[in-house]
Structure formats: C-alpha cells, structure tokens
C-alpha cells in the first residue's frame, strides 16, 4: 500500500510525456501515482524499483517526489515559519508546497522566520499538516543522569509547572517554575542540567549549575550589572526579588550568596543608596 507522508520504495508501472506512474507492486497500475519528469532519472526502465516521498500536491493529489523532506510521519524536526496567514501558518520542509501548520495546532503564536519543532500528522482530510504538539511523541527513555548536561528546545510552556523541554529533539525534559529565573519562549534553544530523573523516565532540568560552581557566574554578573550603574547598584540584598529578577534575572537567593562572597572579597560595600563597587 502506498503510505502518505514516508519515504518508501515504489515501482515504476507506466510512462506519460510528463513523468511516470509508481505504485507498491512491479505491473500494478491501479491506484498509482506520479512521479514528475524533472525527477525521473534518466536511466529509469519499466519495473525499476525508486525510494520516493508521497504527498499532496496543491490539487491535493498524491504525487511522489525524490526530494527528501525534513520531516516525516511521526518524527520531529525543526522548522522555519516562512510565511502566515488567515488559517494558520506554513513551514519549509524541503518540498516545493510549503507544510501548512493549523491554527488549532500551535501551542503559541508563531512568528515569521523563527524556528519550531513540531511533528508531523495527517489531518481528518487526508492531508499532512504540521503540529506544535508533540508531547506524545517525545520518549522517556533517555540516556541522562543526574548531573548530565544536555541541550534541548522549548516546545511548550505553562505558567504553574514551567517549561517543557524536548532534550536532543528526542525526550521529555522540564524546567521547573522554580527553575526559571529568565524569560524564555517557545521555541528557544536551552542549555541545561539534569537535577532528577523521575521514576517515569522524564528529566527535571536547571538552567543553572549546582549553587557553588554557580556562584563565580553569579558574582560576575553582579560586579557587570553594578559597573553598568556606574559603580553603584541602587538596590541592597534586601530588594524585592521581582527587582533583582528584572534587573539580573537571579532568583533572591542566589543573589544574596553572591553579594555575600563578594562582600568576603573586598570587591564591594552596601551603602545606604545600594551596594558600591570598591
């Protein structure tokens, strides 16, 4: 059977003036489906065998191409918006109709030129379309630790658990509401620490480092913001943290640790109008 939105092996049955006919079995010509002149290889004989893409044209009629899409059935891939309109948006994935991604399927507003990672589907209508909802397809079973860096994107976000993070474009990963001491979107690139690993497989992850390897991090972006007030930072540790988030995007904490080191060092005083550099 001839499978729409995969890369398959089909056979040549039949030539026109514009291209020639494949289908799944060598003679079989019932139901089969073009292939276009330009992609026909010159060499092609009646009964060849040739690993094509199917899909729908603008008429909405299957047609093969040897053209490898960036994405098929099932998988994930990270696409570009290239243009938006009244019921949606469209995607490049290599192919000359550009994947049409639903309104109903974004987990955000999408914007032309930025990147998202969807999958790909096959609406109630027989066509593929695209979708930023991927959570079932993501897999569980990664090879990470605790303590283990990884690399991941954002594909959704929620405003009581945090950001949910596909590691490697592959496995479920989240950062914490707790975890999020800057404003990141979907569709970001993060790098990030594994801090758990549940029992379910799923990978609970920091923007940060553990707190004393964080803390030299910390400390200089404390002396950088505190030079950008001209030596002077018009706030203490005592501020609001929604103050110090805006500010340095730390947690009140963590800011705290690093005012008090940097207090040790020498390298600073707290004043009545903020915190001077020395």
């Known amino acids: 059977m001839i499978e729409l939105g995969k890369i398959q092996t089909l056979y040549m049955v039949k030539r026109a003036s514009f291209g020639v006919y494949l289908n799944d079995e060598p003679g079989k010509r019932e139901d089969s489906i073009l292939l276009p002149k330009k992609q026909v290889p010159r060499e092609m004989q009646m009964g060849d ?3 094509v893409f199917v899909y729908k044209d603008s008429e909405d ?53 930025k990147k998202y990672l969807v999958t790909l589907y096959v609406d109630k209508s027989q066509r593929l379309c695209a979708s930023m909802k991927i959570y079932s397809i993501l897999s569980s ?24 993070v596909a590691v490697d474009d592959k496995y479920h990963g989240m950062i914490p509401m707790k975890e999020l001491h800057k404003k990141l979107y979907i569709g970001d690139q993060v790098n990030a620490r594994v801090v758990r690993v549940r029992e379910d497989g799923k990978l ?9 390897l964080q803390m030299d991090a910390d400390c200089q972006l404390i002396m950088e913001t ?21 500010e340095l995007g730390l947690s009140k904490n963590a800011f705290k640790r690093g005012v008090g080191r940097l207090l040790k060092q020498g390298r600073i005083e707290i004043t009545p109008r903020g915190i001077r550099k020395i």
């Open 49 to 51: 065998a040739i690993d």
């Open 61 to 113: 009629r299957l047609i093969a191409t040897t053209n490898s899409p960036k994405l098929t059935l099932g998988e994930l891939a990270e696409l570009e918006v290239v243009s938006l309109s009244s019921i949606g948006a469209f995607m490049n994935w290599g192919l000359e109709k550009d994947l049409f991604l639903p309104f109903k399927e974004q987990t955000q507003t999408v914007r032309e030129g």
């Open 141 to 164: 079973d990664s090879p990470y630790k605790k303590d283990d860096h990884v690399t991941g994107r954002i594909y959704d976000m929620n405003e009581n658990l945090g950001a949910f």
């Open 204 to 212: 609970d992850l920091s923007l940060r480092e553990k707190a004393y």
């Open 226 to 246: 505190i030079e950008s007030y001209d030596g002077v930072l018009p706030f203490t540790d005592k501020a609001n943290p929604a103050v110090i988030q805006r």
